[in-house]
Structures are given as C-alpha cells and as structure tokens.
Nanobody, 125 residues
Framework: QAQLVESGGGSVQAGGSLRLSCVAS??????MAWFRQAPGKEREGVAA???????TYADSVKGRFTISEDNAKNTLYLQMDNLKPDDQAMYYC?????????????????????WGQGTQVTVSS
C-alpha cells in the first residue's frame, strides 16, 4: 500500500512559480499524477506520468506546468510556472500500481487508488 506525502505549496503572486514534490513509499511501481481541488469545485486532474515516462496534462495547464519523477528518490514533481489566480487550489498527489500505458487524456480521480493529504497553493493577483 502506497503512502504519499506532498510538499512545496505556498503563496505566490500571479506569474510566479512553485515546485511541488510528492514522496512515495510502499512500492516503486507506480503510475502517478497530480490533481487539484478548489473550494466548491470538483477534483480536477492536472497531469500524469505513465510507466513509459510519457505525460499528459489538462488543457488549462499545458505549457505552464511540467510533471516529472525521480525514480531513485521515489519522488514526483510538479513544476508550475506562470501561475494564475485560477490555479489556486489544494494540490494532491495520487498513485496507482502496475504498468500503465498513456491514456491520451488528463487523469481522472477514479483512475487512482492512493492519495496524499494535499498541499495548498495560493496565487494572488
């Protein structure tokens, strides 16, 4: 069973950058993703990285966010550049076990089994 711990959230002005990290324990055979949820809104898939290293992104973050992983450190990253007030949300790391091929779409909450506790990102205009 995976345990996921996010870090790196904080407050930033619009146009700024943040890098989120998620350390995974329990296995090293995961497909992982980032989600976000703003108050009153549904949880939204932001980006995923698949077993072959390929990635997918939500249209709203393409060109601004980059998902990556360091398998040696069992750590997932989300580099967020040119942040906008609409990016403000709680950001969650998620994982699923086993080989996963690229879906060709942004991740959906039902695709994943394991979740972290979240890290808050606040963007001021």
């Amino acid at each position: 069973q995976a345990q996921l711990v996010e870090s790196g959230g904080g407050s930033v002005q619009a146009g700024g950058s943040l890098r989120l990290s998620c350390v995974a324990s329990g296995s090293n055979n995961y497909c992982m993703a980032w989600f976000r949820q703003a108050p009153g809104k549904e949880r939204e898939g932001v980006a995923a990285i698949f077993s072959d290293g390929s990635t997918t992104y939500a249209d709203s973050v393409k060109g601004r966010f980059t998902i990556s992983e360091d398998n040696a450190k069992n750590t997932l990253y989300l580099q967020m550049d040119n942040l906008k007030p609409d990016d403000q949300a709680m950001y969650y790391c998620a994982a699923r076990e086993g080989y996963t091929s690229n879906w060709g779409r942004a991740p959906r909450p039902n695709d994943f089994v394991y979740w972290g506790q979240g890290t808050q990102v606040t963007v001021s205009s």
